[in-house]
């Protein structure tokens, strides 16, 4: 450093401290005026992270000398100060970059609310969570990169934030990132802008973890999707572990380069699926005990069967509960004795909050919104439940789409028919009878087709009729 026989300087990782010791005031005040900016911004070239700087004077540091010595060496510093590296960006960029990177750390630990520990596990998601602990727990993993994909609320965000809180929890020393595709679209821009592309970079690129949620966000955008790839291939060649979120397979995200595809395809990639009847229970239970809501066991399997589309949903009831409980006017029916504990929820209070729920309006559903969501959910297209096809999945998904149509519409059985693209409407009857039929025997059916097993994980899923018919109008009606 230009002044280091006037100064001695430490480094302490655990608070992010750059202590800079001199021997007098002058040079203290000097070093503030004239090389705060440079010294914080070589501090955080070097650690890949944002420092603190303090400036002490101790003098029994520094060995005895004349002021004509510290004279010369002061002006040697100033005159080294001309060619510092602060000459290429000014004082309030580079303050602006520092103090968005602090706030970017602060911001980081705030976000991390999940725990793994927290996560309810079932046949939906028990691929991925145990995916998310081996990327944590191994010592040399073997599914890095780690991508998830799933529909809204389904868990993603939960599973990549527990592994952050995991890994950190191994290892208190990594270098941990949790973060959006839209954040570092956004701080990329803003690196450039702010000519700090070189912070940015290795602040990335030293990373020992990064998870990166609706990675789906890059699509595209070129230039972010460039500097995402270089930053993860320098992240993977030093070894450290990626874990991704999107809403989609990667090769079905559209507008995704190819080269960033086979990146994302080179590990592990998992689906996260709808919860069934049995998981759902287990989640609003969890999710109630976390509120320190009391429920009744009957109220808890209501609750599960109206909740079939996230667990956002499972939220937003209890949350509504919460609130109605909290009012202190709780039908007689789910009132408990005092000194008996905390309130026990019943279907009084449940029925209250559905009957104020249902009395809502609602947006009017139409054959179009039924047909994109039958089609989307049981991996087919439009065009096939519209052809004379008759493979079985195919069958399914257009009854499905004739008795959704007869339940949510008023549309009669000529109009579907004509909608469907089918000449007599005793077929719609008869397609219409069939699931209702099946729906009280409650048989388990195949949601997946020829094809349904390849790489872009729509996978054969065995699910009760009751429940996929409960799922498609949730679906329906979210529009």
Same mark, same amino acid.
């Given at each position: 450093?230009?002044?280091?026989?006037?100064? %001695?300087?430490?480094?302490?990782?655990?608070?992010?401290?750059?202590?800079?010791?001199?021997?007098t005031?002058?040079?203290?005040?000097?070093i503030?005026a004239?090389?705060?900016?440079?010294?914080?911004r070589?501090a955080m070239?070097?650690?890949?992270?944002?420092v603190?700087l303090?400036?002490?004077?101790?003098?029994a540091?520094?060995?005895t000398?004349?002021e004509?010595?510290?004279?010369q060496r002061?002006?040697a510093?100033?005159?080294?100060?001309?060619?510092?590296?602060?000459?290429h960006?000014?004082?309030?960029?580079?303050r602006?970059s520092?103090q968005?990177?602090?706030?970017?750390?602060?911001e980081?630990?705030r976000?991390?609310?999940?725990?793994l520990?927290?996560? !309810?596990?079932?046949?939906?998601?028990?691929?991925?969570?145990?995916?998310a602990h081996?990327? !944590?727990d191994?010592?040399?993993?073997t599914?890095?990169?780690?991508?998830?994909?799933?529909?809204v609320?389904?868990?993603?965000?939960?599973?990549?934030?527990?592994?952050?809180?995991?890994f950190?929890?191994?290892?208190?020393?990594?270098r941990?990132l949790?973060?959006?595709?839209?954040?570092?679209?956004?701080?990329?821009?803003?690196?450039?802008?702010? %000519?700090?592309?070189?912070?940015?970079?290795?602040?990335?690129?030293?990373?020992?973890?990064l998870?990166?949620?609706? !990675?789906?966000?890059?699509?595209?955008?070129?230039?972010?999707?460039?500097?995402?790839?270089?930053?993860?291939?320098?992240?993977?060649?030093?070894?450290a572990? !990626?874990?991704?979120?999107?809403?989609?397979?990667?090769?079905?995200?559209?507008?995704?380069?190819?080269?960033l595809v086979?990146?994302?395809?080179?590990g592990?990639v998992?689906e996260?699926?709808?919860?069934d009847?049995?998981?759902?229970?287990?989640?609003?239970?969890?999710?109630?005990?976390?509120?320190?809501?009391?429920l009744?066991?009957s109220?808890?399997?209501v609750?599960?069967?109206?909740?079939?589309?996230?667990?956002?949903?499972?939220?937003?009831l209890?949350?509504?509960?919460?609130?109605?409980?909290?009012m202190?006017?709780?039908?007689k029916?789910?009132?408990?004795?005092?000194?008996?504990?905390?309130?026990?929820?019943?279907?009084g209070?449940?029925n %209250?909050?559905?009957?104020?729920q249902?009395?809502?309006?609602?947006?009017?559903?139409?054959?179009? %919104?039924?047909?994109e969501?039958?089609?989307?959910?049981?991996?087919v297209?439009?065009?096939?439940?519209?052809?004379?096809?008759?493979?079985?999945?195919?069958?399914?998904a257009?009854?499905?789409?004739?008795?959704?149509t007869?339940?949510?519409?008023?549309?009669?059985?000529?109009?579907?028919s004509?909608?469907?693209?089918?000449?007599?409407?005793?077929?719609i009857?008869?397609?219409?009878?069939?699931?209702?039929?099946?729906?009280?025997?409650?048989?388990?059916?195949?949601?997946g087709g020829a094809?349904?097993?390849?790489?872009t994980?729509?996978?054969?899923?065995?699910?009760?009729l009751?429940?996929?018919?409960?799922?498609?109008?949730?679906?329906?009606?979210?529009?």
């Open positions: 450093m230009w002044f280091e026989r006037s100064a %001695r300087m430490a480094y302490t990782d655990e608070d992010h401290q750059l202590q800079v010791t001199v021997p005031k002058v040079v203290a005040d000097w503030e004239k090389f705060r900016d440079a010294l914080l070589c070239d070097e650690v890949g992270s944002p603190d303090s400036v002490c004077v101790d003098a540091a520094f060995p000398e004349n004509g010595d510290s004279r002061s002006g510093a100033t005159a080294a100060a001309a060619h510092s590296p602060g000459d960006a000014s004082p309030r960029t580079y602006a520092h968005r990177w602090r706030g970017h750390r602060d980081n630990a976000t991390i609310r999940y725990q520990d927290d996560f !309810v596990v079932g046949p939906s998601n028990e691929l991925a969570f145990n995916a081996q990327l !944590v191994q010592e040399q993993p599914v890095s990169p780690l991508f998830i994909h799933g529909g609320g389904l868990g993603k965000t939960h599973l990549l934030q527990g592994a952050c809180a995991a950190r929890a191994r290892n208190p020393d990594a941990i949790y973060t959006t595709g839209e954040k570092f679209t956004n701080e990329f821009l803003a690196a450039i802008a702010n %000519r700090s592309l070189d912070v940015f970079r290795k602040r990335i690129r030293r990373l020992d973890f998870a990166i949620d609706d !990675v789906h966000f890059l699509a595209g955008k070129e230039k972010s999707q460039q500097e995402f790839l270089h930053s993860f291939d320098e992240i993977d060649l030093s070894g572990r !990626v874990v991704m979120a999107s809403d989609n397979h990667p090769k079905l995200i559209r507008l995704f380069s190819a080269a086979s990146r994302c395809v080179a592990l998992v996260v699926k709808q919860p009847t049995a998981t759902r229970i287990r989640i609003v239970k969890a999710l109630a005990q976390r509120r320190g809501l009391s009744m066991e109220v808890i399997a609750l599960a069967s109206r909740c079939t589309g996230s667990v956002r949903e499972v939220e937003g209890l949350a509504k509960l919460h609130a109605l409980a909290g202190g006017n709780a039908p029916a789910d009132a408990t004795p005092t000194g008996a504990g905390p309130q026990v929820i019943g279907h209070l449940v %209250r909050m559905f009957q104020a249902d009395q809502a309006p609602r947006r009017r559903v139409s054959f179009d %919104r039924i047909m969501v039958v089609a989307e959910q049981l991996h297209t439009r065009a096939q439940i519209l052809s004379s096809q008759r493979v079985k999945h195919l069958v399914l257009r009854s499905l789409v004739i008795f959704l007869r339940q949510m519409t008023t549309m009669s059985y000529p109009e579907i004509y909608a469907i693209h089918k000449n007599s409407h005793s077929t009857i008869a397609a219409d009878r069939r699931i209702a039929e099946q729906l009280n025997s409650n048989a388990a059916l195949s949601t094809g349904s097993t390849d790489e994980g729509g996978g054969i899923e065995m699910i009760p009751s429940d996929l018919v409960d799922r498609l109008k949730q679906a329906i009606l979210r529009a």
